[in-house]
């Protein structure tokens, strides 16, 4: 019912910048809360960040690992939210995943909507 497409993703330095997209279609008429999980090789799934909706952007939620050097936003019109990641470090090396659900849990737990990933790649 929802599709979800990352882009943006690729091989960088630590300390450099990328910003991730994710661009939902189908039903888009819903107030789908949407964010970011990463999954490093051989871990676990991990919450990253999440903003709800709203006319002026929505609230953003961030984890510990990844405040104040991440910044998530989104573009009600486009039906597109981007992770803006900057001073990257080597252990945020990981597949990036957009989800979207309609519930309004800041962290999301299990979203009903996932995209297919990009690889964000940060050498040391």
């Known amino acids: 019912q929802v599709q979800l497409v990352e882009s943006g993703g690729g091989l960088v330095q630590a300390g450099d910048s990328l910003r991730l997209s994710c661009a939902a279609s189908?039903?888009?008429?819903?107030?789908?809360?949407m964010g970011w999980f990463r999954q490093a090789p051989g871990k676990e799934r991990e919450f990253v960040a999440s903003?709800?909706?709203?006319?002026?952007?929505?609230?953003?939620y961030y984890a510990d690992s990844v405040k104040g050097r991440f910044t998530i936003s989104r573009d009600n019109a486009k039906n597109t939210v981007y992770l803006q990641m900057n001073s990257l470090k080597p252990e945020d090396t990981a597949v990036y995943y957009c989800?979207?659900?309609?519930?309004?849990?800041?962290?999301?737990?299990?979203?009903?909507?996932w995209g297919q990933g990009t690889q964000v790649t940060v050498s040391s």
């Open positions: 903003v709800s909706w709203s006319w002026r952007g929505g609230r953003t």
């Open positions: 989800a979207a659900d309609p519930s309004t849990a800041q962290a999301m737990g299990r979203p009903e909507y």
């Open positions: 189908g039903r888009t008429d819903i107030s789908y809360t």
